[in-house]
């Protein structure tokens, strides 16, 4: 402290002790010490009431510590005029003694009362004055200190009782205010209300000072009605906005309160109490109470079972809408107990005893029992209800749902039944899946024989093109008198032979362009008849019988033609040339369950197709692999084995199905499932041989094979037609563009240079609308097959055909019967051709030949020098790109499959590294995937002559 105590009060003869906030003796002066009997050391540090106790709630120590709580909480010096306290003498021995104090709060420098200076002056002998003295002179100095005395201990009585009531007050659970004046100045106000308004500082105030934001909410003029009217007012849940310290951040609380005017005893209104509860938190639960049984409400209502809840006792009290709407009965019908009513008699006492079981336990509860529908019907139903515990946990809700599980226990019922039968129908489920496992067995096999098929018809072209080329380099080495060129021109037609191989396997392996159309088996197969009988010769005696109300099929006619007549001879085989051949046709389905012993069979209607012989029949062994490519019970040079294997081909990729039924001496049956199409029938044109004539329209006839051009452009002269004539698509399009005119656009499918036959009979549209486009091919890419099928509306002439073939194909192509006038005429001049550029065209080029078979890359290198060129010949890609690193080149030939990467990334990575190096991909292949992204390429299929690739050299520089 800064105040010298022992300089003001050392000498004084009055005692003072100084105490903290503890009631710890900090300071005291000689008489103090004097008076008490004690020493400094003795005091000093110690707490007051410890030093010097009195007897626990006895009234001098009620007195000292209600004097000392006065001062600490309001700052005010006070005095204990008499107070009785006991102290023991330095002797141990307890001496009643009587004083008069004074308390002065000593405060610190936020005004706060620190410490407590005590003056104590001992009274005793003033109390305990004589009787006669007390007698002789009743107004002495003794009665004033008695009197001191009563008033000490009624003021201690006042405090206790104030101290009391403020207790109360503050305590109370709810707010308190006491305003007072018609302009309601706050009086008191206990602790609940400063916190629900936010603040302290209110006392003194008025009720529109302290809390101007009531201005508006109506509660001032409330105020000014109850005081003026001496009227109380109440309400509940009331809405009042607050400003917690006088911010501007503002609360919401919903309060219960009352207005309870105050009168003095002449009845005037001095001012208002006021007393209420915050019940804002009550709002906040009785919302989400509401919100929370709304949710319920409507997830009940929304719910596809039924619904209930029901009391402690068990009695129903609520049933969602699904709950009545099968029924049929009103809402209240089922409270209570009544819910039985609804049950089948023979479940009802079950039902009683399960749900009893679970109120008296408390546990969830599950049983079922048919419920009775609105119709009078009964329907199985599980039933569960789980109870809801209020806090104290007991029971006060249950929660119910009934569901129907009518069709589980038909189910289970069938079930039941079935197992009865198990091992019948495990044993015939073992069967059928035996019979599916061996279909897909042989599906997969089929499958995997068909990818094998059509990798061998790549290796096998590739194989042809080394020949071809080895042929080729002899032959142009070989005097064309020697005798052994005949030889040499034996070897190309076995070369040509072995494309045709190539094209069958492709075949099976489902990869040829189908040109399907609605067409009617019966009247078909009639009109091949002929071709038929004269296939399999005299011996061997037709029947064929078609069903009345035949459906159509959309099939490629031609492919029916050609499985029928192999079929044919097949049979003419096994039956020596000697027997019957029956050719039924007729309407078929083939149900779910034959579909799911044959995996690759959609259930439907089909046209079915059966050709049937008496011959030798054939082993199951042999049934087994009859579709596999090349293999045949012929003897060897009758037949290649590719026969049955095109049938399977064309049938799998027509969609349908086949099969084979045969036992050994008893024929062959071989039966064809084509889809019904309904569709009607699409008649071709009434052409016969004899009407074969053409017109005096204009062809424009695009084909990149020279011999077959002129062969062509000869046949189209000979029907009457002018031919204008193209090697490629480019020259075609400057054909097309320079005006003249154009009837029909007739094109290979497979074209050299950047424009395919499709983008250049797109092109040729745009310019021409409407001009007809016929394509031929004798093998197609994707550019108009999708599907294994012709893309709609294409038209396609299949490589090789006939003159007859060719001119029935135009007219229909033409939409329009030939014209009688048109009688074929004498070719009066040659047709336009043009010529194969002589090798000197691509003399000088610098070209680099990757290509991994040595005898191809052989071929290739020795062609080229010949011609003049420049050749770098590798054979793995890696050398490619080293050879392109090293040196320049003009030109790139390159194989599609070679051993370490694709022919397509050493493309794609030597035009990285020369934008314009023009690329020719030599592959057994009819398309390249990956190139299209090359700006200059074209494909040069393998076997190719030497023309084919000057050609397609030529082509790829734009000369």
Not at 39 to 67: C, H, N, Y
Not at 363 to 391: K, L, M, N, S
Not at 771 to 792: C, K, Q
Request: net charge negative; charged share 20%; with cysteine.
């Amino acid at each position: 402290m800064l105040i010298d105590l022992d300089a003001i009060f050392a000498s004084s003869p009055s005692p003072h002790v100084l105490v903290d906030r503890d009631l710890r003796m900090i300071w005291a002066n000689d008489a103090y010490l004097a008076v008490t009997g004690r020493t400094r050391a003795q005091i000093i540090g110690r707490i007051m009431t410890e030093e010097f106790p009195a007897p626990p709630d006895s009234v001098a120590d009620r007195m000292l510590k209600a004097s000392f709580k006065r001062v600490f909480e309001t700052a005010v010096t006070d005095h204990l005029p008499l107070i009785p306290y006991p102290i023991v003498a330095a002797d141990g021995t307890p001496q009643a003694r009587y004083w008069s104090a004074t308390h002065t709060p000593l405060l610190d420098a936020q005004g706060a009362v620190e410490f407590l200076l005590q003056n104590t002056n001992d009274v005793t002998e003033l109390y305990i004055a004589s009787a006669a003295e007390r007698a002789a002179n009743p107004a002495d100095h003794t009665t004033m200190v008695r009197r001191a005395e009563v008033v000490a201990r009624q003021n201690l009585e006042l405090g206790s009782i104030a101290q009391f009531f403020r207790t109360i007050f503050d305590q109370a659970p709810g707010f308190i205010a006491i305003i007072s004046g018609p302009d309601h100045v706050f009086q008191l106000a206990n602790d609940a209300y400063k916190d629900l308004i936010g603040r302290a500082d209110v006392l003194g105030k008025s009720v529109r000072t302290a809390l101007p934001e009531l201005e508006g909410q109506g509660f001032f003029e409330l105020l000014d009605q109850v005081y003026a009217s001496g009227t109380p007012f109440s309400q509940s849940g009331a809405l009042v906005r607050f400003r917690p310290d006088g911010g501007e951040a503002e609360i919401e609380r919903h309060v219960d309160f009352i207005f309870q005017p105050m009168r003095d005893s002449d009845g005037l209104t001095t001012g208002i109490f006021v007393q209420g509860h915050d019940v804002t938190k009550q709002k906040a639960a009785e919302a989400e109470l509401f919100e929370t049984r709304e949710r319920f409400r409507v997830m009940a209502q929304s719910m596809p079972n039924q619904v209930w809840t029901a009391g402690p006792d068990g009695g129903l009290d609520w049933l969602n809408d699904q709950a009545y709407a099968y029924t049929g009965l009103a809402e209240g019908d089922l409270y209570g107990a009544a819910w039985g009513q609804a049950l089948h008699p023979d479940d009802l006492e079950g039902a009683a005893a399960s749900w009893a079981a679970a109120l008296a336990s408390g546990t969830q509860y599950e049983t079922e029992f048919r419920i009775r529908r609105h119709d009078g019907a009964y329907r199985w139903f599980i039933v569960r209800a789980a109870p809801i515990y209020c806090a104290e946990g007991r029971v006060e809700r249950w929660v119910g749902t009934n569901t129907d599980i009518e069709d589980r226990k038909l189910a289970e019922a069938a079930i039941a039944q079935m197992n009865q039968t198990l091992e019948d129908r495990v044993a015939e489920r073992n069967r059928e899946l035996e019979t599916v496992n061996a279909a897909l067995r042989q599906s997969q096999k089929m499958e995997a024989i068909g990818n094998l098929a059509g990798g061998i018809a790549h290796d096998f072209n590739n194989l042809l093109q080394t020949i071809s080329g080895s042929l080729q380099l002899a032959k142009r080495r070989i005097d064309p008198a020697s005798e052994v060129m005949p030889r040499i021109e034996l070897a190309m037609k076995a070369v040509e032979r072995g494309a045709t191989l190539a094209s069958q396997l492709l075949s099976f392996g489902r990869r040829q362009p189908l040109a399907p159309k609605v067409i009617n088996l019966g009247r078909l197969l009639r009109d091949a008849g002929n071709i038929v009988r004269s296939a399999i010769g005299e011996g061997v005696e037709v029947e064929t019988i078609v069903a009345g109300g035949l459906w159509n099929t959309c099939v490629d006619p031609t492919n029916v033609e050609s499985a029928v007549l192999n079929m044919a001879i097949n049979g003419r085989d096994a039956m020596e040339g000697h027997g019957k051949l029956t050719i039924e046709i007729g309407n078929a389905y083939l149900d779910e369950a034959y579909a799911r012993s044959h995996l690759d069979v959609v259930p439907g209607q089909y046209v079915m197709l059966a050709v049937t012989d008496t011959g030798s029949g054939m082993s199951a062994d042999v049934i087994e692999r009859v579709f596999d490519p090349f293999f045949t019970t012929k003897p060897e040079g009758r037949g290649t084995g590719l026969g049955m294997s095109m049938v399977y081909g064309f049938v799998k990729q027509s969609g349908g199905h086949i099969k084979i039924y045969s036992e050994i001496g008893s024929g062959t049956s071989v039966k064809i499932y084509l889809p019904r199409s309904l569709d009607a029938e699409e008649l071709p044109p009434s052409l016969t041989v004899d009407d074969l004539a053409g017109g005096n329209e204009t062809i424009l006839l695009v084909e990149d094979d020279e011999d077959v051009r002129i062969t062509a452009a000869h046949l189209l002269n000979d029907l009457g037609y002018t031919v204008l004539q193209a090697r490629d698509a480019e020259r075609a399009l400057a054909v097309i563009e320079s005006g003249v005119r154009i009837d029909l656009l007739f094109t290979d499918v497979v074209m050299p240079g950047k424009v395919t036959s499709r983008e250049m009979a797109d092109r040729a549209r745009h310019l021409i609308p409407h001009l007809p486009v016929l394509f031929t091919s004798g093998y197609t890419r994707n550019s108009i097959v999708h599907g294994g099928r012709l893309d709609a509306g294409v038209q396609l002439l299949s490589k090789p055909y006939t003159q007859e073939q060719l001119a029935l194909k135009i007219r229909e192509v033409l939409g329009k019967p030939p014209s009688p006038a048109a009688i074929s005429a004498p070719i009066s001049a040659p047709p336009r051709a043009d010529t194969a550029p002589p090798p000197a065209a691509i003399a000088g080029l610098r070209v680099l030949v990757c290509e991994d078979q040595m005898l191809i890359r052989m071929d290739l290198v020795d062609g080229l020098v010949e011609s003049g060129c420049v050749v770098t010949g590798v054979g793995s890609g890696t050398e490619a790109l080293e050879a392109l690193q090293a040196a320049s080149f003009d030109l790139l030939i390159v194989d599609v499959g070679l051993p370490d990467i694709s022919g397509v990334e050493v493309a794609q990575r030597a035009v990285a590294m020369f934008a314009a190096l023009p690329v020719i991909f030599a592959t057994g292949g009819r398309s390249v995937s990956g190139a299209e992204d090359l700006p200059n390429y074209t494909i040069l299929g393998k076997p190719f002559s030497d023309r084919e690739l000057t050609e397609a050299i030529l082509a790829v520089l734009g000369k």
